[in-house]
């Protein structure tokens, strides 16, 4: 089994940063991709950025020369950078991945709990 476990999400002033990181756990073979999605009430959960193995990443428009995702291989760790924060930003963040487990031929998609992001003066 594979788990997410997301962290550094809370309250930030408008313009500010919060760093996010997402920790993947279990039998992991291999981990294709990596990145984050955001859910805000009232709101479809939409994409933040994604870092596929052995490709750029991409981002939304929104996110575009504020957020930077970086992945740490070793750790199987995935950061999110988020700087110039506003209001808009607040949402829950949700780590995602889609990884190959040791014994398996096949990927599967998972999920974090979410970490919740406010962005309020």
């Known amino acids: 089994q594979v788990q997410l476990v997301e962290s550094g999400g809370g309250l930030a002033q408008p313009g500010g940063s919060l760093r996010l990181s997402c920790v993947a756990s279990?039998?992991?073979?291999?981990?294709?991709?990596m990145g984050w999605y955001r859910q805000a009430p009232g709101k479809q959960r939409e994409l933040v950025a994604m870092l596929v193995s052995g490709d750029s990443p991409n981002y939304a428009d929104s996110m575009k020369g504020r957020f930077t995702i970086s992945r740490d291989n070793a750790k199987n760790t995935v950061y999110l950078q988020m700087n110039s924060l506003n209001a808009e930003d607040t949402a829950v963040y949700y780590c995602?991945?889609?990884?190959?487990?040791?014994?398996?031929?096949?990927?599967?998609?998972?999920w974090g709990q979410g970490t919740q992001v406010t962005v309020s003066s």
């Open positions: 279990g039998s992991i073979f291999r981990i294709n991709a």
């Open positions: 995602y991945a889609v990884i190959g487990l040791v014994g398996s031929h096949t990927s599967g998609h998972y």
